[in-house]
């Protein structure tokens, strides 16, 4: 728990700095920082506030054990983590059925974007799944490497540093399983496309490309490997990294966009327009004589035409002019060079802005929650992450600077007012008196940027659209008159003769929350403006390429209304983000880098407290400190310190509140160090706390004490009892032993009882697994008749699982078998040998049986058909036929003719011999001379036909096995005779006296 760590205070500090005993002092906070930086130990809270340093290297502390720890524990039971914050939050959600929200905050390099995967990761693996869920865990952490790609950069602070905001809403379902995600993003910096500072990159996407990309993918795009043949990557100077491997995070990333679920054609369309940003770059113009402006790379445009899937010609052509319409009437104008490279350049970062926008709604459509609209799912509650950009003052400070600290103006004004309302809720629930709190209300800094016609995005719009000539010098003046005299401007001219010197004439200064930043002027105006001359929309409009087709809408293009200027449409944004927050419960995580060099072990107190003053930690230290330093729930402040009370210890009975009560009068509490609420104690002075922590840590031994002498008795007594119940078990089985031939009674149960559990325990252990084992345990002589029911009733359960088990096909092979068991077991030498084969649905493929046959046949389909000898009844002599089965007769048939048809009704019998043979008698009525009389026949699957026929004629029970000789019906009334004899091979010949002899060979019973 927390308290447990106070007693080493002085090597690692204090987990929370509201028990800080000098809150008011900056240095003791940095130092208390420093302390736990040097422990490893990288988190610390300021009450419900995480503190996040950035310790520059692998820590052994995200570990799926180590998020095991955290689930379902209470905040402040162990030390400080981010899985505390994101367990906290989840539970949150769950029990108040209430949406949440998560704010991280810091400046470039401090751990943000990592910050927010380890909470994604913590819930990806802790919250209740399936195969569905698991899907879009998955997308959700993929979206990530992503978004790096597209919207990441490596600046001089940071090699990954996020140039864009992002909001993403977690939707979770009543069993708070993730079901669906959004995500919302926030001025990305697409400046950084056509320019970079010395030292820095461009997106890391570009270089990605060129260093990961195969050869053929480059062939197609028209590329080389080489970033410095580009002109938007040398600008920083830097095509390579240290600490980064492009194409280890290339494949990273066509990975995630499969996952993502992105085709392989939109991939390749995605690729074409960043391909194609590079070749705008490379695309040079040149001046004529007469100031005219050409293209001097023809082949970059080809290249893209093709990438954009565009009119080469038209593309060159908006490239170099614009379109003007002046009282209704279309003009062409030339642009000159410096408007040609300024329209390339805005194409560029439109192209790229807008297919970033397109991407971020891709991966929405991905995480969307299914069959529904976004936040329309009836039982869902959100967690919401904001990972944005931290305080920025640089040495040279512009637009992106302004847009980016007026957002941190906007969020510390927020943070402060749920700060205060969530103290004041707490207060007023466990009713104490709530302290009114000074603190420094930034409301008069918001308002001086954003408020209506005076603010200085309001004047910066106003002199973008003024008509005539505009600058950034004129925005500058128009400032100094209409905001000359607020306490937070100050420019060259309003300032003071010390201020001069060290401000240049094209800034100006803001003296924000954090401190002050003085920003520079230029390129306010064409930044603010962020216009695509009309005629590139038009051209853009028109592409192929899927991708951009949607960024740029031909709407776009027939509607005359100016646009919003970028400064509003982040100034709204922002304004639907506050609406977001403030609809949410908040908890936040302050992120801290501790060095510029990105060094381990590493502490640069300077840079600290810069940024310790920006996150505004120790103005958010005072208002939760304005009142009590520290408060816990009744039942943990007493289970923790009621060692120190004789009353409390070693339990107390009665109501909570009065053994808090007991216990700090017991330590002398004085009225103004601490006050009762209804379920909570609150104590005002961390030296209070340390106090009874020291006492409790002086106390440890006695406890020890007792608990060794509990617990050594404990056992002692329990060893007795085991020998006690140990020796009356041995004297009731001997007992039992002894009756154990006797009627159950008193002196036997156990030992009876025993055996009986004995056996059915070796029975559970040992029953048969199939039908065909017999084996059985041997039942004690009280178990015979249960033990038999046991048998038939497992026994009966196997086979109904085996049978359940069988597909239909093979439980009508079975059937069939069964029934030539029934006519030929031990009584015919071949049965073996023809039962042990699959019997087939027919012998005879359809086209080996003659059309006109079938034709013949018409309704009555062939059920089965085998080749057959059939033997003439006067000489015996052999002739090949076919035997085909219907459902209600058999047909004998040769070639084409029906030769004779054999009721099913009018089968009097079949007649077969004992031996190996294949020879059968089909005894047909005689009942007078015209008939032919029965059929002699021969087949090579007599077990198989004779099974088929007995069953579809219904005459299994007429099936006549003779072991020597079998007589039969001739013509005219006369009988003739088949005598069967053993051979060494099958021989058919006419015999004596007339008779057909058979020699059927032996077969050996192995």
Not at 70 to 93: C, K, L, Q, W
Not at 429 to 435: D, M, N, Q, R, S
Request: charged share 25%; net charge positive; proline share 3%.
């Amino acid at each position: 728990v927390m308290e447990s760590s106070l007693t080493a205070r002085d090597r690692v500090g204090v987990q929370d700095f509201v028990l800080l005993e000098n809150y008011n002092s900056e240095a003791a906070f940095i130092e208390n920082l420093r302390r736990r930086f040097g422990e490893n130990l990288i988190y610390t809270y300021i009450g419900s506030v995480l503190v996040s340093v950035n310790p520059y290297k692998e820590l052994e502390i995200y570990s799926k054990q180590q998020m095991e720890r955290y689930r379902g524990v209470s905040f402040y039971e162990i030390s400080p983590h981010i899985y505390a914050v994101s367990d906290n939050t989840y539970r949150a959600m769950r029990t108040e059925r209430k949406d949440q929200c998560i704010l991280i905050s810091g400046e470039s390099g401090a751990g943000k974007t990592e910050a927010s995967k380890k909470i994604l990761l913590y819930y990806a693996v802790t919250c209740p799944t399936n195969d569905h869920m698991a899907t879009l865990g998955d997308r959700l952490l993929q979206s990530n490497p992503v978004l790096e790609a597209f919207g990441n950069a490596k600046t001089l602070r940071n090699d990954n540093s996020s140039r864009f905001g992002k909001y993403m809403d977690v939707q979770f379902d009543f069993r708070g399983a993730p079901v669906g995600g959004h995500i919302l993003n926030y001025l990305l910096e697409k400046s950084r496309v056509v320019h970079q500072n010395h030292g820095e990159r461009n997106f890391h996407i570009f270089y990605q490309l060129l260093d990961g990309g195969d050869n053929d993918l480059l062939t197609t795009l028209d590329l080389e490997r080489k970033p410095q043949n580009y002109h938007y990557l040398v600008k920083g100077n830097c095509p390579r990294l240290s600490s980064v491997s492009d194409k280890n995070n290339w494949k990273v990333v066509m990975k995630a966009l499969s996952v993502i679920g992105f085709t392989e054609e939109e991939v390749q369309k995605l690729l074409n327009i960043i391909a194609s940003v590079l070749h705008l770059g490379n695309t040079q113009f040149g001046e004529g004589e007469e100031g005219e402006t050409y293209i001097t790379t023809e082949t970059q445009i080809t290249n893209l035409a093709k990438l954009l899937g565009v009119d080469g010609a038209a593309l060159g052509e908006a490239l170099t002019h614009k379109k003007l319409t002046a009282k209704g009437e279309e003009m062409i104008s030339p642009l000159d060079f410096e408007q040609a490279v300024s329209a390339r350049d805005a194409l560029a970062k439109a192209v790229y802005g807008r297919t970033f926008t397109w991407l971020v709604e891709k991966i929405n459509q991905s995480l969307a929650l299914k069959d529904e609209i976004y936040h329309s799912g009836k039982g869902c509650s959100v967690i919401g992450l904001l990972d944005i950009y931290g305080f920025e003052v640089l040495q040279h400070n512009s637009f992106e600077q302004f847009c980016i600290n007026y957002c941190n103006e906007k969020l510390q004004q927020l943070f402060i007012e749920l700060t205060l309302r969530s103290e004041q809720e707490e207060y007023e629930t466990e009713g104490i008196a709530w302290e009114t709190v000074q603190y420094f209300d930034n409301k008069i800094i918001c308002d001086l940027i954003e408020e209506k016609h005076k603010g200085i995005i309001s004047i910066l719009d106003e002199e973008c659209l003024r008509p005539g000539e505009t600058c950034d010098v004129s925005f500058l003046e128009k400032l100094e008159d209409t905001l000359g005299g607020h306490p937070h401007f100050v420019t060259h001219k309003l300032a003071n003769g010390k201020t001069r010197r060290v401000m240049s004439r094209e800034e100006f200064r803001l003296l924000h929350y954090a401190g002050e930043v003085n920003y520079n002027i230029n390129g306010f105006l064409d930044k603010n403006n962020d216009l695509l001359n009309r005629n590139l929309k038009e051209v853009m409009c028109q592409s192929d390429n899927q991708i951009l087709s949607h960024c740029f809408r031909r709407e776009e293009v027939i509607d005359q209304k100016r646009p919003e200027m970028a400064a509003t449409q982040f100034k709204n944004s922002l304004t639907k983000l506050m609406e977001i927050l403030m609809s949410k419960e908040p908890s936040y995580v302050r992120c801290i880098k501790p060095n510029d060099a990105k060094q381990p072990g590493r502490f640069d107190e300077v840079l600290v407290r810069h940024q310790v003053k920006y996150l505004g930690l120790m103005e958010n230290l005072r208002v939760r400190r304005a009142g009590f330093a520290y408060r816990r729930r009744f039942e943990a402040f007493l289970q923790r310190y009621k060692p120190l009370c004789p009353e409390t210890w070693p339990n107390w009975h009665g109501r909570l509140a009065d053994g808090v009560s007991a216990l700090v009068n017991h330590l002398g509490y004085k009225a103004e160090e601490y006050k009762l609420g209804r379920s909570k104690i609150f104590i005002r002075f961390p030296k209070t706390l340390f106090t009874t922590e020291d006492a409790l840590e002086a106390k440890k031994p006695d406890i020890v004490i007792v608990i060794q002498s509990g617990w050594r008795g404990m056992k002692a007594r329990r060893r007795a009892k085991t020998r006690r119940q140990a020796a009356e078990l041995i004297r009731r089985f001997i007992k039992g032993f002894i009756y154990r031939h006797e009627e159950y009674c008193p002196e036997n149960e156990y030992f009876l009882d025993h055996v009986r559990y004995s056996f059915l325990k070796n029975l559970r252990k040992n029953l048969p697994k199939s039908v065909l084992d017999k084996n059985w345990p041997t039942p004690p002589p009280s178990l015979i008749e249960a033990s038999e029911h046991l048998r038939r009733v497992h026994m009966r359960n196997m086979v109904m699982k085996y049978c359940r088990r069988v597909q239909p096909e093979w439980k009508k092979q079975m059937m069939q078998k069964v029934v030539a068991s029934e006519i030929f077991k031990d009584q015919k030498d071949s049965y073996p040998q023809g039962v042990g084969r699959l019997f087939l649905d027919s012998r005879l493929e359809r086209e080996q049986i003659n059309l006109k046959v079938i034709q013949t046949l018409a309704n009555d389909k062939v059920q089965y058909g085998v080749s057959v000898v059939k033997h003439d009844r006067r000489g015996f002599k052999p002739r090949s036929r076919q035997l085909l089965l219907t459902n209600t007769f058999a047909v004998l048939v040769d070639r084409t003719k029906l030769k004779q048809r054999i009721d099913y009704t009018a089968l009097r019998g079949i007649s077969v011999s004992s031996l190996s043979d294949g020879m059968f008698v089909l005894h047909l009525p005689n009942e007078d001379n015209k008939q032919k009389g029965d059929l002699v026949l021969h087949c090579n699957h007599v077990i198989e036909l004779v099974t088929k026929l007995a069953m579809m004629a219904s005459k299994v029970n007429y099936v006549n096995i003779s072991p020597g000789s079998i007589r039969f019906a001739m013509a005219r009334g006369k009988e003739g005779i088949i005598d069967f004899v053993r051979g060494s091979e099958l021989k058919v010949t006419k015999g004596k006296r007339g008779h057909l002899l058979v020699t059927a060979p032996r077969i050996n019973s192995t």
